[in-house]
């Protein structure tokens, strides 16, 4: 299912975009087409998660399922799974150094885990989301 955030589009001058988001106010992209500034915008807001889980504060939760007619940043699922269990952990009071204790791996590896830009594996976030109390479920089907 997409995972996504409403973004106000506008175009400024004849060719540039600019793209902002409401979930997050310190977010303004520019592109120069509306392709381009959408692009930059989905970067924007991976920063935006990843500041805020690294300075460990909340983060606005994206919507599910189809935008519609509205303009939407789409969160990559990689992204969504690493915010999904950053969730689970403040909602469990959990630090990395417990979580780490109940993997049996080094505090570093859990922080890796949390960082949007890492490519961590799948098997291993969905240890420390089993470890959490939760599940990693995956679903493909057709559009």
Known sequence: MMRWYEAQ?????DRAWVVTCAAFPELVTLGQNRTRAFANASLGVQAAIAARIADRAPVPWPETGRAGTR??????PLAYIK???YALMREGDVTTAELAQRLGTAEDRVERLLR???NSQIDLLASAIWALGGTLDVEVRRR
């Open 71 to 76: 303009a939407s940043i789409t969160l990559p």
């Open 116 to 118: 949007i830009e890492h």
């Open 9 to 13: 589009p506008a175009q400024e001058g």
């Open 83 to 85: 915010l999904s269990l």
